[in-house]
Structure formats: structure tokens, C-alpha cells
């Protein structure tokens, strides 16, 4: 029996009650809410864990990193305005949970791990659960140029800085989720590429992530 298949009837209560909990804390698009109702998120944290993957919490998942928190995935899903089709960059593949939201949503999923180990068990997990996410390891504060340019970019790590690499890899019309701040606490932004040359930028809420660590992030 693979990982992937180790859905129970508890594990879809426990799915239905993580729904209601984000719904009750803003989260408004209900394809995102279907999304998390649908994928097995205890398969992306180790056995031990699993009792733990349906609490709307951070987990560790080794290499000192962890899967976001369920209500930042579908926070930065939601300001991410995905729809069906759309070219998504994900930066910081951790477990690949958020890259699997981003495929169940329809988008065509690119994402950027630095840990291998990180790397290889998130591509095996996406495959097992049928979830076909490009995934590359590498420093993804320089984005994945051979690709772009991205409906929207996600940054699933927190930086001292905009990626500037990242504004220039985003088409007309694309949006990119960044949370910017100290290595304690973050403020979400969003920047939407408005034309060639202009962008705008909105500060959002606040937020508390690991570091983005790369050549355009954290030393
Ligand atoms: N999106 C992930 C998920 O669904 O499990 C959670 C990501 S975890 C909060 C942040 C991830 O960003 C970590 O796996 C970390 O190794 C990765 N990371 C940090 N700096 C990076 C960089 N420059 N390039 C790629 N990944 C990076």
C-alpha cells in the first residue's frame, strides 16, 4: 500500500472539519476550500505526524523546514487569483503540499526546492498522488527562468527583500506572493504586474515563515 492511498473515512471528517475551521477564518474561494477537502495532507508529513495533519498548523517535515500552516496555503492561494491554466511558480517545494492545491486548482505548477531531500520526496509523493507539478532543485530566489514568464508567483518562505528576478519573471497581469520582513515575522505582499514597466504593490497581513535562503534572500 502506497502513502498516497491511506485515506479513511476519519482522515475526510478530519478534511471536512479543516474546511470549515478556514472558511470560518476568511477564506472565501471555494475552489481552494475543494482543493484541501480532497488531498490527503497526512501523506505529506511523516507517520508520526499524521494524527497532527489535519490541526491548521505548521508541521516539520526535516531539513528544519516545515508544510505551511493550511490557512497560509490557501491565504496565499487565494491572493494568488489562480485560475484554470494558469502558469504558476512555486518557490520553496518543502513537502509539495501547496504545489499539490496549486495543481487540483488546474494551474500549470512550477516549483524551486533548495534541500534534495526535500526535493526527491516531494516529487515522489506529487507522482504517487497523480499530482504532475514541474519541480526543480535550486536556489529559487532566481526564479526558473526557462519558463517564464508566470500568471503567479509563490513565495513560500520569507525574505529580507522582493526577489527582483522574480517581479521580472511575471507576465502582464501576473501576481506574486511574497511575505517581506525580518527573519521573526513577515508582512505578506503582493505585486501585480501592471504592464511592461509598471507594478503595483499591496502590504497585507502579517505572517510567520521560515527564511528564503539563496542569492537574492537570506545568507
Ligand atoms: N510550500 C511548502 C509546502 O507546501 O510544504 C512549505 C514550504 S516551507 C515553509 C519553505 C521551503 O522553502 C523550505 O522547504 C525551504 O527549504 C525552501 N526554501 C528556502 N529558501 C529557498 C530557496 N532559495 N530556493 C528554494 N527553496 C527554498
Redesign the pocket.
Known amino acids: 500500500m502506497t502513502k498516497g492511498s491511506r485515506a479513511n473515512r476519519k482522515h475526510i471528517q478530519r478534511r471536512n472539519e479543516l474546511t470549515n475551521t478556514l472558511r470560518e477564518k476568511g477564506i472565501r474561494d471555494q475552489r481552494i476550500l475543494m482543493a484541501i477537502q480532497a488531498i490527503p495532507r497526512h501523506t505529506?508529513v511523516d507517520t508520526a505526524l499524521e494524527n497532527r495533519a489535519y490541526e491548521d498548523t505548521?508541521l516539520p517535515?526535516g531539513?528544519g523546514?516545515?508544510?505551511?500552516q493550511p490557512y497560509t496555503?490557501a491565504a496565499q492561494t487565494e491572493l494568488l487569483q489562480v485560475e484554470k491554466g494558469d502558469k504558476v511558480l512555486?518557490?520553496?517545494?518543502?513537502?509539495?503540499?501547496?504545489?499539490a492545491v496549486l495543481c487540483h486548482m488546474g494551474a500549470k505548477v512550477y516549483s524551486?526546492?533548495?534541500?534534495e531531500e526535500?526535493y526527491h520526496k516531494a516529487k515522489k509523493m506529487l507522482h504517487e498522488l497523480g499530482y504532475r507539478a514541474n519541480l526543480k532543485l535550486?536556489?529559487?530566489?532566481l526564479g526558473w527562468s526557462a519558463y517564464a514568464p508566470y500568471d503567479g508567483i509563490v513565495v513560500?518562505?520569507g525574505a529580507p527583500v522582493v526577489p527582483e528576478d522574480l517581479i521580472y519573471q511575471l507576465n502582464v497581469g501576473g501576481r506574486l506572493v511574497v511575505p517581506i520582513g525580518s527573519q521573526k515575522s513577515q508582512v505578506m505582499v503582493r505585486i501585480t504586474r501592471i504592464s511592461e514597466d509598471s507594478y503595483e504593490e499591496e502590504q497585507l497581513q502579517s505572517f510567520k515563515?521560515?527564511?528564503?535562503?539563496?542569492e537574492k534572500?537570506w545568507d
Open positions: 505529506f505548521a517535515i531539513c523546514q516545515t508544510i505551511s496555503v512555486e518557490i520553496g517545494t518543502g513537502s509539495g503540499y501547496q504545489a524551486v526546492e533548495r534541500h526535500l535550486g536556489d529559487g530566489t513560500t518562505a515563515f521560515v527564511p528564503l535562503i539563496g534572500g
